[in-house]
């Protein structure tokens, strides 16, 4: 029998469809809705699929104020539950203002003409993650997009205003969301590295490894739940090798952690990695991604349930983190994740 994590909240925010057509994505509800299915499966990660655990906003419910009340709701979830685990995952447009230094997050209803007042800055999205009070927080940002192979010819390139540039998350930023005990930070890429689409347009390269290391690529024969540190030790190794084997191109995720080695889920439902390991059990993952990706995205997401507070309903000691790239490679004490190209 399945093992709940029923002190598990995740809020997935998946942008895809902008107001403004051209900035558009529609890779990041794939990644969103993928994840969600890995996360609310009782054989994978088993968090409880009800409005009380997860919430999702994509396409026109994630606009500026629906993620703002989106993690408002995840602060009152937690509050109410000492032993929770939080989730808080972005699939979306990352700009840097190089004129003044900000960051910003584009929701659904950014305004081209009025970037900064209607995107959410980076340092009012981190304010708002420091006020959940989860035992254990863990943040995801994958940003920074870019389609296909370096050369694809189907997706036009992306005109952003003068003075802004694609960037992941900075630093500056990371050190301030990792504040507090229990936290961790995951982003995509480091600097204004792409954050690549796999050529087959299902998922970003990223979220494809993440999910795979919520089913147990990361882990050893007979762990029963996935840590902050198997999804180092495999995200941190596959995402460089594919995005240099399917794009031609550099992408090394970025790890910070303020916390000890949580667990964010249970491992196949609790039943844990066979002896076989992850070599005994790839296929059958991988065929659990294609499944979620056939059943989320074409899927209508009226059992999403959520209406969120403006009215938008929702389809449907700090170390630093270095993996080195072989397998089984522990944490270290330096500051950015180093994967080997071959």
Same mark, same amino acid.
């Given at each position: 029998m399945s093992e709940a994590f029923n002190h598990g909240y995740a809020l997935l925010i998946g942008v895809g469809e902008s107001a403004y057509p051209q900035w558009s994505l529609p890779v990041t509800v794939k990644d969103m809705k993928a994840l969600r299915s890995i996360f609310t499966n009782a054989n994978l990660c088993a968090y409880p699929d009800d409005e009380q655990h997860i919430r999702l906003l994509h396409d026109n419910g994630a606009t500026r104020s629906a993620i703002l009340?989106?993690?408002?709701?995840?602060?009152?979830?937690?509050?109410?539950?000492?032993?929770?685990?939080?989730?808080?995952?972005?699939? $979306?447009?990352?700009?840097? #203002? /190089?004129?003044?230094?900000?960051?910003? =997050?584009?929701? %659904?209803?950014? *305004?081209?003409?009025?970037?900064?007042?209607?995107?959410?800055?980076?340092?009012?999205?981190?304010?708002?993650?420091?006020?959940?009070?989860?035992?254990?927080?863990?943040?995801?940002?994958?940003?920074?997009?870019?389609?296909?192979?370096?050369?694809?010819?189907?997706?036009?390139?992306?005109?952003?205003?003068?003075?802004?540039?694609?960037?992941?998350?900075?630093?500056?930023?990371?050190?301030?969301?990792?504040?507090?005990?229990?936290?961790?930070?995951?982003?995509?890429?480091?600097?204004?590295?792409?954050?690549?689409?796999?050529?087959?347009?299902?998922?970003?390269?990223?979220?494809?490894?993440?999910?795979?290391?919520?089913?147990?690529? $990361?882990?050893?024969?007979? #762990? /029963?739940?996935?840590?902050?540190?198997? =999804?180092?030790? %495999?995200?941190? *190794?596959s995402v460089p090798e594919s995005a240099l084997k399917l794009c031609q191109a550099e992408q090394t995720p970025f790890f910070d952690t303020a916390t000890e080695d949580f667990p964010i889920a249970v491992l196949r439902g609790g039943k844990g990695l066979p002896g076989g390991g992850w070599e005994a059990i790839q296929q059958e993952a991988i065929e659990m991604i294609r499944d979620a990706i056939e059943i989320h995205i074409g899927r209508d997401m009226k059992d999403s349930i959520v209406t969120v507070g403006d009215g938008n309903v929702i389809g449907d000691g700090s170390v630093s983190q270095v993996i080195k790239a072989d397998r089984g490679s522990t944490i270290s004490g330096v500051t950015q994740i180093a994967g080997r190209k071959e």
């Open positions: 009340d989106g993690l408002g709701w995840l602060q009152t979830q937690v509050t109410a539950d000492p032993e929770a685990t939080a989730v808080v995952y972005y699939s $979306g447009h990352g700009w840097l #203002d /190089t004129s003044t230094g900000q960051y910003y =997050l584009l929701p %659904h209803d950014i *305004k081209p003409f009025n970037l900064p007042g209607s995107a959410l800055s980076g340092e009012q999205f981190t304010e708002e993650v420091r006020k959940i009070t989860a035992k254990r927080t863990l943040v995801f940002i994958d940003s920074c997009h870019a389609a296909g192979l370096a050369t694809a010819k189907d997706k036009p390139i992306i005109e952003i205003p003068d003075q802004f540039r694609r960037s992941a998350l900075p630093k500056g930023l990371v050190d301030d969301l990792k504040q507090g005990a229990g936290r961790a930070v995951f982003t995509s890429s480091l600097g204004t590295q792409k954050s690549w689409i796999r050529p087959d347009a299902s998922l970003s390269i990223y979220t494809y490894h993440l999910i795979e290391a919520l089913q147990g690529a $990361g882990n050893q024969p007979g #762990d /029963t739940v996935v840590r902050v540190s198997n =999804l180092i030790n %495999h995200v941190g *190794k």
